[in-house]
């Protein structure tokens, strides 16, 4: 089995990061840009696409900078991460996503990764 490869991609969002941080983090903002169904119970997310469900576990929040969270039938040392930044002079905010994929996986990867963020956009008016 080839090892994952840690890859990062950003994306300028026009949106504040706190109106932004409630679509990264809450059931009802997951649910209108990355999954079909979110649940949360203790820290660990359910998420529902086309029928099948994948939990994930809530490693890490910052309010209105970050999440990170880690499948749970994941190697431990694997996670993925949404990560708010905001440049201090500009203000322009975006979007880092930090996952893992293996090597002949990334490209797909992205791809999925773009498709959603172009549909988080679209729902954001942004």
């Not at 994948?54 to 990170?68: D, P, Y």
């Amino acid at each position: 089995m080839s090892e994952k490869k840690k890859f990062t991609i950003e994306y300028e969002i026009k949106s504040s990061p706190r109106i932004l941080y409630g679509f990264l983090n809450e059931p009802n903002g997951l649910t209108q840009w990355f999954a079909d169904d979110v649940n949360i119970k203790d820290q660990v997310y359910t998420f529902t696409w086309d029928g099948e469900q994948q939990k994930a576990k809530l490693l890490l929040q910052k309010e209105n900078k970050l999440v990170r969270f880690k499948w749970v039938d994941d190697e431990p040392q694997f996670y993925f991460e949404m990560e708010i930044l905001q440049d201090e002079l500009t203000n322009d905010v975006a979007l880092a996503i930090t996952d893992f994929a293996t090597e002949d996986a990334i490209s797909e990867r992205k791809l999925i990764w773009n498709n959603q963020i172009e549909y988080l956009i679209s729902v954001l008016g942004a």
